[in-house]
């Protein structure tokens, strides 16, 4: 069974960097592509912030990075501002099944 | 600007049918695969399925939770992306998304994504 499994949430104050990780536990390791993280505010959809694992979009903070390493992606946001407060979620097109999967999401508190 | 816009939730009672569109505009909608995803009441998102361009045949994909029951349909004259809805259950209730869909060289990606449509699936 594919999955992505992320803390339930993080926190940080104004100005310092966090890290929200993704991990892949599946047996079906390798057959993921690289991750897309989305950010999605309180009764709003969700927003495309990195792609490819580490690509930001036009327009996107580069207060926002990705990178990974071995079986986990990882989403840094450095900076922390107030409007960084959101709900995060890591995503995947797994080949071997011609699915995508999404992490459970991570509830980020600026505090 | 690129823009999507969703229409056609609602209530709808258990075992019925609800159809969904997706009014897409500011890209060569013809051009992109197109996806469906929800988001139950409190819960995080899931993906239901995409369809791909015509260039690659517009083929579907879809997720176990939904194969069997839903149908995404496109009309590329149109720009709208369809989500038919069969034998609805109290567990398909959520706010659904439509999105463009990029195919990238190591990944997909969706993005932008519409503003939501809610779906009640109730008696």
């Not at chain 1, 499994?5 to 960097?17: D, E, F, H, K, R």
């Not at chain 2, 229409?7 to 049918?17: D, I, K, N, T, Y």
């Not at chain 2, 706010?95 to 195919?103: A, D, E, K, Q």
Request: charged share 15%.
């Amino acid at each position: 069974q594919s999955a992505l499994t992320q803390p339930a949430s993080v926190s940080g104050s104004p100005g310092q960097s966090i890290t929200i990780s993704c991990t892949e536990t599946s047996s079906d390791v390798g057959s993921y592509n690289l991750v897309s993280w989305y950010q999605q505010h309180p009764g709003k959809a969700p927003k495309l912030m990195i792609y490819e694992g580490s690509k930001r979009p036009s327009g996107v903070s580069n207060r926002f990075s990705g990178s990974k390493s071995g079986n986990t992606a990882s989403l840094t946001i450095s900076g922390l501002q107030a409007e960084d407060e959101a709900d995060y979620y890591c995503c995947s097109y797994v080949g071997s099944s011609a699915s995508v999967v999404f992490g459970g999401g991570t509830n980020l508190t600026v505090l | 600007e690129v823009q999507l816009v969703e229409s056609g939730g609602g209530l709808v009672q258990p075992g019925r049918s609800l159809r969904l569109s997706c009014t897409a505009s500011g890209f060569p909608f013809g051009d992109y695969a197109m996806g469906w995803f929800r988001q139950a009441p409190g819960k995080g998102l899931e993906w239901v399925g995409f369809i791909r361009s015509k260039a690659y045949g517009g083929a579907t994909e879809y997720a176990a939770s939904v194969k069997g029951r839903f149908t995404i349909s496109r009309d590329d004259s149109k720009t709208i992306v369809y989500l038919q809805m069969n034998s609805l259950k109290t567990e398909d209730t959520a706010v659904y998304y439509c999105s463009r869909v990029v195919f990238g060289d190591y990944g997909r990606w969706f993005d932008p994504w519409g503003q939501g449509n809610l779906v009640t699936v109730s008696s």
